[in-house]
């Protein structure tokens, strides 16, 4: 049964920072990318970042590059996600999230591509 468990968020001024975390278990936790997702009060759960099985690739969305960095140390079975210079607009529950399949090839990047999600930790930033 796999289990995905975020932790590190919290209440954050702007300009800021905060490091999340995943901590997965319940099967190889390497073989599977891992994606970070957040939902805002009022609107649909939306893609951050996600990173691929080795760590060697990642992908942002546009409104966080070059302020967050998504990592993973696979010895730990823990997959980071790095808030730098935040903003209000990051005000949001941040979800973790791995998929079925192991896809060796690929890094999903939208919801309806993940199957395991943990129950999300809420990040405030304040202006």
């Known amino acids: 049964q796999v289990q995905l468990v975020e932790s590190g968020g919290g209440l954050v001024q702007a300009g800021g920072s905060l490091r999340l975390a995943c901590a997965a278990s319940g099967r190889t936790f390497s073989n599977y990318p891992m994606g970070w997702f957040r939902q805002a009060p009022g609107k649909e759960r939306e893609f951050v970042a996600a990173i691929s099985r080795t760590g060697g690739n990642t992908y942002y969305t546009d409104s966080v590059k070059g302020r967050f960095t998504i990592s993973r140390d696979n010895a730990k079975n823990t997959a980071y996600l790095q808030m730098n210079r935040a903003k209000p607009d990051d005000t949001a529950v941040y979800y973790c999230?791995?998929?079925?399949?192991?896809?060796?090839?690929?890094?999903?990047?939208?919801?309806?591509?993940?199957?395991?999600w943990g129950q999300g930790t809420q990040v405030t930033v304040s202006s």
């Open positions: 999230a791995t998929t079925r399949d192991a896809i060796p090839f690929r890094t999903p990047r939208t919801n309806s591509e993940y199957s395991y």
